[in-house]
């Protein structure tokens, strides 16, 4: 079973940046897949990013390519998003996710971090 904490949320002027941290245990951290999630209120939950267990690949929303840098390390077990050029429409709920190579579906979740981006 693998346990993911997301951190490093906060309130931040259009413009700023924040690095979010998912921490993990339990599991053999580079086998598996991390994504990052956002949810908007009112909103339906969308991909962010995602990163392979390797770190060699990586993929992003079109919402956020070139402003959000998804980043892992596996002796760590940790997890990275950081985010830059923060606009107000990015605020959500931020959550990691992890997948084992080769699945489709998210089997493990993070509780969620608050990013709030003011105008």
């Known amino acids: 079973q693998v346990q993911l904490v997301a951190s490093g949320g906060g309130l931040v002027q259009a413009g700023g940046s924040l690095r979010l941290s998912c921490a993990t245990s339990?599991?053999?951290?580079?086998?598996?897949?991390m994504g990052w999630f956002r949810q908007a209120p009112g909103k339906e939950r969308e991909f962010v990013a995602l990163?392979?267990?390797?770190?060699?690949?990586?993929s992003y929303a079109d919402s956020v390519k070139g402003r959000f840098t998804i980043s892992r390390d596996n002796a760590k077990s940790i997890g990275y998003l950081q985010m830059n050029s923060l606009k107000p429409d990015d605020t959500a709920v931020y959550y990691c996710a992890a997948r084992r190579s080769g699945w489709v579906r998210y089997e493990y979740w993070g509780q969620g971090t608050q990013v709030t981006v003011s105008s």
């Open positions: 990163i392979t267990g390797s770190g060699a690949s990586t």
């Open positions: 339990g599991g053999t951290f580079s086998n598996y897949v």
